[in-house]
């Protein structure tokens, strides 16, 4: 079969195979067969592609098969991309529905250690957040969370979990988990006035952003490009 009846083969086929069932070292080949197949893996994989490549060691091996599985498991309200290494993601939030942080634009940097997964991961948001299990720097505690087992995309579902269940007894701001607790009416109005000021699409960020937040109908113009 010469690499135009390659090419012919669906789409659909091809891009669950490409998502699903493939090594890097075996995408690489793959890429190889025809424009059709390279054009492809590109636009699933992007820009990381030479990134996921690269992965020699067990930490970086454990990396790429976490983004891989957050590639497919991605949920609507969250998505993480790499920026310049292995350890260094970028990844970007839609405050949930029913809660004070609805539609907020909330940007997050993840930093992964060389000693990834027995070392857990250092998370920082570069939106201002009002959240008693947020620092006002941005820092999320994550040490109580994490295990070696756990992947990006599950630890990413915990701390989306907090934006509609904050947990005021295991603060970092312990002024605002106290807020929370004895004047919640006021929490909520901070919260949303916060989530108004700064949770917007118009941040500074290394990754476009601009078809997550088409996808997620936040409609306003985008500048998430750095």
């Not at 570069?126 to 756990?150: A, F, M, Q």
Request: overall charge positive; charged content about 25%.
């Amino acid at each position: 079969m010469d690499s135009s009846s390659w090419s012919k083969l669906p789409r659909e086929l091809m891009e669950l195979i490409f998502r699903r069932s493939m090594n890097t070292k075996d995408l690489g080949r793959c890429s190889l067969v025809c424009t059709t197949w390279r054009l492809l893996i590109a636009d699933i994989w992007g820009k990381n592609f030479s990134l996921l490549r690269t992965a020699n060691t067990g930490a970086t091996k454990r990396i790429v098969w976490d983004y891989k599985n957050f590639q497919i498991e991605t949920f609507k309200g969250c998505k993480a991309e790499l920026v310049d290494s292995l350890f260094h993601w970028e990844a970007i939030m839609i405050g949930p529905k029913d809660t004070p942080y609805a539609d907020g634009v909330f940007l997050l940097k993840i930093y992964l250690s060389p000693g990834h997964s027995f070392q857990h991961p250092k998370v920082k948001f570069l939106t201002k957040v009002y959240h008693p299990n947020i620092g006002r720097d941005g820092r999320v505690c994550v040490e109580k969370s994490w295990c070696p087992s756990l992947t990006i995309f599950q630890l990413l579902l915990v701390i989306y979990a907090r934006f509609s269940n904050p947990e005021p007894d295991d603060p970092i701001d312990c002024e605002i988990a106290q807020m929370y607790k004895t004047q919640r009416i006021q929490y909520d109005e901070n919260a949303r006035d916060w989530t108004k000021k700064y949770a917007t699409a118009s941040q500074e960020s290394a990754i476009d952003w601009s078809r997550f937040l088409k996808n997620n109908k936040i409609l306003e113009p985008t500048k998430l490009v750095d």
